[in-house]
């Protein structure tokens, strides 16, 4: 037997390795993947998982310099200064009633933002930012009811709690707009 035969020509060499590029270049397996799932920032909240989407997301940072306002709810923290921006922080956990754990030393706000409504979320740590399959979402619990239902989008297989960010920020019970008496 021949050597040569088992070699292709240099024509023949380039046409295969040109249509293997074109092939991984595609990826059609991952853009359908993205187009399947959303990117969330994942982080613990009273013990629980919790997640919201990236697109809400506007940065996270450690809650510092924090004023408490008068006659505003219970989940109203207070105030931070964002580099010159005032921003208000919500605490889920009392919005959502959950159990108080305390305030750790090393917790992050994620300030989520939507144009028209910019607010702060206290968390206990944040676990990171990955891609949750839309398939992977199941509808709310039957067993959960109250606030918390409002602003699910779901739940995953691994019992990460999805909040529904767009829900979170234009919902009316959240704006504070209670004024103090003369």
Request: aromatic share 6%; glycine share 6%.
């Amino acid at each position: 037997m021949n050597a040569s035969a088992w070699t292709p020509g240099a024509d023949e060499t380039r046409r295969v390795l040109h249509e293997r590029a074109l092939a991984l270049a595609a990826e059609p397996g991952r853009t359908q993947l993205l187009a399947e799932s959303i990117e969330v920032v994942e982080f613990l909240l009273a013990h629980e998982r919790y997640a919201v989407e990236s697109s809400y997301v506007r940065e996270v940072y450690p809650l510092e310099n924090l004023t408490p306002l008068p006659c505003t709810p219970a989940f109203v923290l207070g105030i931070v200064n964002l580099r010159g921006e005032i921003v208000s922080v919500i605490d889920l956990r009392k919005f959502f009633e959950l159990p108080q754990t305390g305030l750790p030393d090393l917790n992050k706000v994620i300030v989520l933002d939507s144009g028209n409504m910019r607010f702060g979320i206290l968390v206990d740590l944040i676990l990171g930012v990955r891609r949750i399959a839309l398939s992977d979402i199941q509808p709310s619990l039957p067993t959960l009811t109250g606030i918390r239902e409002k602003y699910l989008k779901g739940i995953t297989t691994e019992r990460t709690v999805v909040l529904d960010g767009r829900k979170l920020l234009t919902d009316a019970d959240i704006v504070v707009q209670e004024q103090v008496g003369a």
